[in-house]
Each structure stands twice: as C-alpha cells, then as structure tokens.
C-alpha cells in the first residue's frame, strides 16, 4: 500500500504545462484506465477528499487513474475568473491523452461529479472515451446559474458568516466562493445534458437539487445513492463531502465497464 | 510563473507545489500551511491566489498538505500530532530550501494553520516571519463589552428575539467546524515574547468570522499585553471579512496586506530577492 502511494505522482501537463494532475498508477489488469474530472468551484474543493479516495480505490483495483485540475481551477495555471466552460473540456481531451500516454494506452473510462460529470459527456468524443460514470450530473444550466445566484444572495446576508450584510457591490460578479465572468454565466445558461452514445451511469444522490434532476431519458437509468451532498447549501460551503455509498456505487459502475 | 509539484518528506508522503520567481535568490520564502482540513489549494483557492501574488514580487512559496490531510499520507513514524506538524514543516522548509536556496521562512497559516505555524515558529530557528490568522486569542471584558452592548441597545434585535420566541427557529444543525485548540494565554504570550526576543516579524490578522472570541485590533493588547507595542508585533482585524474569506474583495484586501507586510519586514532588494 506504501509503495503504491509513494508511485502516484503530482505533475503539471499539457501546452505550456499549464494543468496540475495527480497519476495514480496500477498494474494491468484489464487494459482500462479511469480520467476523474472535477466539479467546479467550491464543489471542486468540497470533492477533492473522495476523488482521492475514489482514486485509491479504483488503483487498487487494478485500474489506473488521472485526477486533474481545469485551468483556473485547483493547482492549475490560471485565475479563478478565467475558468471558461469551451476551455474545460479542451482540458478534458488534454487530460484523456496525458493518461493514455502514461497507461500505454487501452479503454478510457471517466467518473464526474455535476459539471465534471457534462464535462466528460460533451467532451467524450474528443477525448474518445469508452464510457462514463455521472453523479448528479447538470441537466439544466438555467437552473444551475439560479442556483449559484441564490446561493450568492443568501451568502451576502448571511449573519452566522459576517459580523453584518454585505452589500451587492461586493458579491456582484461573484458564484460561492469565487469570481465568476458574464462569459460562463452565458455559457452555462445554455448548458444541457448531452447523451454521449456510449456506456454510461447516472448515479443520483437521495434528495437531488433542481439543477441536477434527471429527466427522460435518463431517468429510468439512474441509479439512487444514497449520500447528501446539499449542493445547494450555502452553509455547507466548507464541508468535504464523504460518503462509502457513492465512492462503491463509482467503482462498481467502473469496474463494470472496464 | 513557474510551479513545480513534488512528493516529498522523510518518507515521501507530503505533497506540495513550490512556485518560483523568475529570478531566484537565497533569501526568505513563504510556506502555507493547512487551514483545517481543506487541502493546500486554500479556502477558496486562497493559497494559490497568495502564493502566485508573491511570486510575482519575488518570493518563493511551498503550498503542501500536512500529513493526512488532502493528498498527503501518513508517515508510518510514532509521533504525537503536533511532533507530526514539526517534522512536516521541517520536511517543507528543507524541499523550498532545495528548490529556492532561501533558506529562512515566513509561515502562513489560518486557523489551525496558525497554530501549526505558533507551534514550528516557537521551536525552529528558520523561521524568521509568521502571518497567524484567527489563531490565538481569548475573549477578554472588552469583547464581551463590544459584543453585548451594542445588542442590548438595539431595538432590532429585541424585535428579532421576541419574534424568534413566537416562531422557533430551528438551530443550525452543529457542522465540524474550524477551531483552534486554546492553550492557556499565558504560555501563548510567554511563546510570543520568546520569538519575538529571536527577531521574528509577526503579524497577526483577525476576521469578523471569529468576533466570538476577537472583535476589536484593540483586544490584542487585552490579550497579550505589552507585546502589542513590541516593534515585530503587527495586528490588524478584518471586520468585515469571513472566516474562510469566502468573497473575492476580502482575499484581495489579505492579499494586498500580506504583500505589503512582506515588502517591510522582507523587502525585495532587486527583482527576485529578499534582504
């Protein structure tokens, strides 16, 4: 287990080296490797513990992994306004031939959590991924902005956080915890679910937000999980999320597919 | 900018990204420690945003993860925590010693964080330089004063009580929170006054996140005495701002502070280096 952990590397890659991505290695098993892509924001940071350890458990089972950050997010190049929705899934491709060149090669698999989950759906030809695991993937953009607005909103009048209201002057441009710019804003308003025609899996948390409700087609596919993430709680800005039920739910749909 | 990730550590367990300057000199560098359990990126991207401003003024940074936490490991020795965070930040001055050739160090650290950077900057002798943010203080009369007088005044508030009587509101659900274990102020202020008799700078920074226990820059001196007025002592309060800096003005104002702080006490002789 020691060495194993010691062989995952922290490395910046692509043009310019401009992406921070952490290998995780395995041996062969079955010729299949798994990209992680990242959620956006503070569900970035809120995610990054049960990446890891979705990481390591995928690993052990013999499926080497890639996490990685966009640019603008995480350890990437970049500030945090800079994060635009065209230049993510750019970073999707980028990261899927980083891991094929690692791994040798083979089957590419790929787990998001909400953006990260359309990330690798719209992406998945470019990337020329094998398959997708999604959890509480975005089905509609338009709500996804609402939400984050709302969440604004109640952030800057938030008493148990600030000693007194903050005026909109200060929140303006503004998602929870980050600069946001008109671009995505525009960008994700126009987000939808996109079928990527490849093996997928729509892991959905017990109480999903309104952004994230699965319609038809793929509500028949869904699989519940049964984790809380209250994406849309703007008290829960700083809290990790952990949960055994979706890291088994992942790697069983994974293992699956590999 | 130039930012390099590493494993490192007596046994390869911590994880980190060391930024560089363009120009390198020996001088002093910046490492930022964990605020509470979030990993080293910061809260809301707080330490990337810190580390790559002062490497654009010339200093050198190491943001890591201690052990266990984030994508750092353990380290499979017998220590106590507070020897693990030590042994830790020893291992990340060594790794921005390596990489940089600074070979004094400005510790960065908010909540826990702070009193990660207490604890190494009161034992290690590098250390010439600490931000401590909502790390030690206690609630004095002062801030009791300043925190209940202004409520038993306000009308508002009254209403708001009476209302809250009619229509119970339902507590916030407890959450693991941020908390800075108190050790007794007077060996705090002891342990102050020794690095301070070393010639370390040290700045300390309260948010109005923490007004429970620090409401008022004059509340220090209720603290911690005469060590206000000590030349290397620089406190400041951040009414407005959170805890975690949650909005981007606030981690602005932090970031300007902390570059301007560093630019008295460590100021940069020419492009890439500190005196």
């Avoid at chain 1, 999707?92 to 909400?114: D, I």
């Avoid at chain 1, 990337?127 to 999604?134: F, I, M, Q, S, T």
């Amino acid at each position: 287990m020691k060495a194993r952990i010691e062989a995952e590397l922290p490395f910046y890659f692509g043009p310019g080296k401009e992406l921070f991505g952490f290998y995780h290695p395995a041996a062969a098993v079955t010729g299949t490797a798994v990209l992680l892509c990242p959620p956006f924001g503070v569900e970035q940071i809120r995610c990054h513990r049960l990446y890891r350890q979705l990481a390591h458990s995928l690993a052990e089972s013999g499926l080497p992994v890639l996490r990685f950050d966009y640019f603008g997010t995480g350890d990437s190049a970049g500030d945090s306004h800079a994060f635009e929705w065209p230049r993510c899934l750019a970073d999707v491709a980028t990261a899927a031939a980083e891991l094929r060149l690692r791994h040798g090669g083979g089957r590419l698999l790929a787990f998001g959590a909400r953006l990260g989950a359309n990330a690798a759906l719209a992406a998945a030809q470019t990337a020329r991924l094998d398959g997708v695991v999604a959890w509480d993937a975005i089905t509609d953009g338009a709500a996804l902005v609402r939400q984050y607005d709302s969440m604004e909103a109640s952030l800057k009048v938030d008493l148990n956080r600030f000693e007194v209201a903050r005026p909109d002057l200060d929140v303006s441009t503004q998602w929870p915890g980050f600069e946001t710019s008109e671009r995505l804003r525009s960008q994700l308003l126009e987000l939808r679910l996109l079928d990527p025609g490849i093996a997928s899996a729509w892991l959905t948390s017990s109480s999903p937000d309104e952004a994230s409700r699965l319609g038809e087609p793929y509500a028949s596919r869904q699989v519940g999980v049964d984790v809380a993430p209250r994406w849309d709680d703007v008290n829960g800005l700083e809290l990790a999320i952990l949960s055994h039920p979706l890291l088994e739910a992942a790697r069983r749909h994974l293992k699956e597919m590999a | 900018m130039h930012e390099q990730a590493f494993r490192f550590g007596a046994a390869r367990h911590l994880v980190g990204v060391v930024g560089l300057p363009p120009v390198i000199e020996h001088g002093v560098g910046m490492i930022l420690l964990n605020a509470g359990m979030v990993y080293r990126v910061g809260p809301f991207r707080l330490h990337v945003e810190l580390a790559r401003r002062l490497n654009s003024l010339g200093y050198p940074t190491l943001r890591f993860d201690q052990s266990t936490i984030g994508d750092s490991g353990a380290s499979g020795q017998r220590l106590s925590r507070p020897e693990q965070v030590l042994a830790d930040v020893r291992d990340a001055m060594e790794l921005l010693k390596q990489q940089s050739g600074c070979t004094r160090f400005v510790l960065f650290g908010l909540c826990s964080g702070a009193q990660n950077a207490h604890s190494t900057a009161y034992v290690d002798q590098r250390v010439a330089g600490a931000f401590f943010l909502d790390g030690y203080g206690h609630r004095t009369l002062g801030q009791r004063v300043r925190h209940y007088l202004p409520r038993l005044l306000s009308l508002s508030v009254w209403r708001q009580r009476f209302a809250r009587r009619r229509t119970p509101v339902a507590a916030r659900p407890a959450e693991p929170a941020f908390e800075v274990e108190p050790l007794p102020p007077k060996i705090v202020r002891a342990q102050l006054a020794e690095m301070l008799h070393r010639g370390l700078k040290l700045d300390f920074i309260y948010s109005g996140g923490v007004a429970r226990y620090f409401n008022h820059v004059r509340q220090f001196r209720e603290c911690f005495g005469r060590l206000a007025d000590h030349p290397c002592v620089s406190v400041s309060y951040f009414k407005e701002a959170d805890h975690t800096y949650v909005l981007s003005g606030d981690r602005q104002r932090l970031l300007d502070h902390v570059a301007q702080w560093m630019g008295h006490h460590f100021p940069i002789t020419r492009t890439g280096s500190s005196a």
